[in-house]
């Protein structure tokens, strides 16, 4: 999709929604760069009340944990 609007202000004076997100690999690498070990990891999906779960989880959750230096 071709960028619209020019500003975040003009998204939100339009009602348009702001997406943004990450790719999982730049999600874990982030947090082990910053020096977290990953010391846990979940998917979840919408409850079952969305078409997509049937096919796949919309959701991760990590837990990250940095060490005592």
């Given at each position: 999709m071709h960028n619209l609007y020019k500003t975040r202000e003009e998204i939100a004076k339009?009602?348009?929604p702001?997406?943004?997100g990450h790719t999982l690999e730049q999600q874990l690498e982030g947090q082990i760069d910053a020096?977290?070990?990953i010391a846990g990891?979940?998917?979840d999906t919408f409850g079952g009340?969305?078409?997509l779960d049937r096919y796949t989880n919309s959701f991760i959750?990590?837990?990250a944990v940095k060490p005592k230096a």
């Open positions: 339009n009602g348009i702001l997406e943004f020096g977290f070990v990891f979940c998917e009340e969305k078409l959750a990590t837990r």
